[in-house]
Nanobody, 124 residues
Framework: QVQLVESGGGSVQAGGSLRLSCAGF????????MAWFRQAPGKEREGVAG???????SYAESVKGRFTISKDNNKNTLYLQMNSLKPEDTAMYYC??????????????????WGQGTQVTVSS
């Protein structure tokens, strides 16, 4: 397991943008599956965006066209660019890694390493 650390959360108005970062990877270039999750108060954790070793991606329907997941192997950092934010995007956001389920189509399961989370609050 690796110790992941998220950053970049904050408070924005609806329509605004934020970029989340996740650091702590030792060898990102060899990490098979990585993802961003979120959990709002009183709700279950949900997968937001996932990325494979080869750069292929998957998104939850609720964020398609607004969020972009990416990775920089040289910086060992995972990103989540969030545009056109809505109040319903308000949640604690977590990054996750070290899983292989994404290659069987299960983009948001089987992760062994998690960060502590970063809060995103979107006001209307």
């Amino acid at each position: 397991q690796v110790q992941l650390v998220e950053s970049g959360g904050g408070s924005v108005q609806a329509g605004g943008s934020l970029r989340l970062s996740c650091a702590g990877f030792r060898y990102m270039y060899s990490t098979n599956c990585m993802a961003w999750f979120r959990q709002a108060p009183g709700k279950e954790r949900e997968g937001v965006a996932g990325i494979r070793f080869d750069g292929s991606t998957s998104y939850a329907e609720s964020v398609k066209g607004r969020f972009t997941i990416s990775k920089d192997n040289n910086k060992n950092t995972l990103y989540l660019q969030m545009n056109s934010l809505k109040p319903e995007d308000t949640a604690m956001y977590y990054c996750a890694a070290e899983g292989n389920d994404c290659y069987s189509g299960s983009w948001f399961s089987g992760y062994n390493s998690w960060g502590q989370g970063t809060q995103v609050t979107v006001s209307s």
